[in-house]
């Protein structure tokens, strides 16, 4: 037999167990449970979808150009992982005839999402987002309930200390006479540029705007602001969100270097950070409006709005903070045969779990290394039997606090334990 290393996880990749998934439980509850009180329904969508999907609406995105995970699947279908929901979210509204019910369809998501990046502390190849979509309503009111959704979640789960950021990116009324003015300032200072600045420049300049690269930052102030230069209905629009998030007392930012680098994003842009972050520090939590990404899939026109939150990101934040979870025991109610008697051990265990989780301790060993493993799983209680006691179908019920024991029936267990 050849010897083999065992195998690990991929690169990038990680596993979450069970001490951990105590406060991601947390988090994900918290997540259903706000967007059930604002009227959010839960959808679940394929981790695999057309790479033609997914290409059409994240091109010239690192996610989508850099990041992606495509393959061939074993009938010759080019596909993807997804590396964000929202693309396989309005695809389903569509086809699964959300559009035809009431409207915005108000829907939440949780799940994996997958990107092909540089493995580093909080971010991973997979990772997980608790997404949330309003599709099929135009009014910017939808943009405050899905900011405040957002807010209340990470308030929710103990992150109370938040910046929130916000900005506009117009239409594509608006929008292209904007990035002209974008051009024709950056285009004296392009020598001054890094690389891939001066690429965007020409094909999509709003993206100068987010640069983070150093020798690129001390132009940004001067650019033209898309605020400045917004159509009426724009401009109307990002006075009601305004006006709304005042109304709710929710603080903001105006932030005009936040945009997204994408044609079907109109309007609204914001993100959430833990108060003090730097700037290169990931959002908690980014949406904004995507009025024109139904018709990017070639469905009917269809306005949208929505946002990704990082549970990575969350639940590391929680654990920093000291969030406290006390990890649920195994089981409540530990069964420990002294002897060969699976079968009794097992029949009592199954009367048990009727009111109580039970775990038996099936192991070959002596009932004093039982009681000691029993102790380091912080069951409650124990039952404790020999095969004479099996015969007379009685057991000893130990509470694991105090120490007490006494003999019980079986058949009384499910009563004695309720
Ligand atoms: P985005 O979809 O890039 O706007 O990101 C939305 C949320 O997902 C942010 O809160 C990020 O923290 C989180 N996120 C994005 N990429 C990763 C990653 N590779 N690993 C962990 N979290 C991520």
Redo the contacts with the bound molecule.
């Keep these: 037999m050849p010897r083999t290393e065992p195998i690990k996880a991929v690169r990038g990749v990680r596993d979450i167990l069970p001490e951990e998934r105590a406060l991601w439980r947390v988090a994900e509850r918290a997540a259903a449970r706000v967007a059930h009180r604002f009227g959010y329904r839960e959808i679940q969508t394929p981790v695999i979808e057309h790479l033609e999907l997914i290409e059409r609406v994240g091109e010239d995105t690192d996610?989508v150009s850099k990041e992606l995970y495509r393959f061939e699947d074993r009938g010759g279908r080019q596909l993807a992982l997804r590396?964000?929901a929202t693309a396989g979210v309005v695809r389903a509204y569509f086809e699964g005839g959300l559009n035809q019910g009431p409207q915005p369809a108000r829907l939440y998501l949780i799940g994996p999402?997958f990107?092909y990046?540089r493995p580093q502390k909080?971010?991973?190849?997979q990772?997980?987002?608790f997404n949330v979509e309003a599709i099929g309503g135009a009014s910017p009111a939808v943009d405050v309930e899905v900011i405040e959704l957002a807010r209340a979640w990470l308030i929710e789960v103990g992150l109370d200390k938040l910046t929130l950021e916000l900005n506009t990116i117009g239409d594509d009324q608006c929008r292209p006479a904007y990035l002209d003015l974008l051009r024709a300032y950056y285009r004296p200072l392009r020598d001054k540029l890094h690389k891939e600045c001066q690429r965007r420049l020409e094909i999509n300049p709003l993206r100068l705007l987010d640069c983070k690269v150093p020798q690129c930052q001390p132009f940004k102030s001067g650019a033209p602001k898309m605020t400045e230069h917004l159509c009426e209905p724009c401009a109307s629009a990002w006075a009601v969100v305004r006006k709304l998030l005042d109304a709710a007392g929710i603080e903001y930012n105006l932030n005009p270097y936040l945009v997204r680098g994408l044609d079907y994003y109109t309007r609204t842009v914001f993100e959430f950070y833990p108060s003090g972050a730097s700037g290169q520090q990931?959002?908690?939590?980014?949406?904004g409006r995507y009025d024109g990404l139904a018709a990017a899939e070639s469905w009917p026109s269809t306005p949208g709005v929505g946002f990704?939150?990082?549970l990575?990101?969350?639940t590391e934040l929680m654990a920093s903070e000291g969030e406290e979870v006390v990890p649920e025991p195994a089981a409540d109610v530990i069964v420990l045969p002294d002897g060969d008697l699976v079968a009794e051990a097992a029949e009592i265990a199954r009367l048990i779990r009727v009111v109580r989780s039970a775990s038996v301790d099936y192991e070959p060993r002596s009932l004093r290394a039982k009681m000691r493993a029993a102790d380091k799983v912080d069951a409650l209680w124990a039952v404790l039997f020999n095969a004479d006691e099996a015969k007379r179908r009685v057991a000893q019920l130990r509470d694991m606090r105090s120490g007490e024991q006494r003999e019980v029936m079986w058949s009384d267990l499910p009563e004695l334990l309720a």
């Design positions: 996610a590396p964000e999402m990107r990046d909080g971010r991973y190849r990772f997980f987002q990931d959002a908690l939590a980014s949406g990704a939150g990082g990575d990101r969350v």
